[in-house]
């Protein structure tokens, strides 16, 4: 059976005052996206992204691309 609604989580490294985000994650495989939303206002707008999208966006985050942003 596959998952249509998501399943939001915090990264347990998001200990910032609460300017994080929350990502559900469970419907990348069956949908190919990946909702993302502000963790402050959970009924507010989603923006989606494609599975290959997020992927890259967060290697990016890992290898320091936008440690000057």
């Known amino acids: 059976m596959t998952t ?3 399943r939001w989580f915090t990264s347990s490294y998001s200990n910032n005052g609460g ?4 990502v559900a994650a469970n419907l990348a495989g069956s949908h190919d996206v990946v909702p993302v ?4 206002n ?8 494609t599975t290959a999208s997020f992927v890259t ?5 890992k290898a320091g691309r936008f440690d000057t942003v």
Request: glycine share 8%; aromatic share 8%; net charge positive.
């Open 4 to 6: 249509k609604s998501p």
């Open 19 to 22: 300017a994080c985000i929350a």
């Open 42 to 49: 959970p009924t507010g707008p989603v923006l989606d992204f």
């Open 37 to 40: 939303r502000d963790s402050k």
């Open 57 to 61: 966006f967060v290697a990016g985050i």
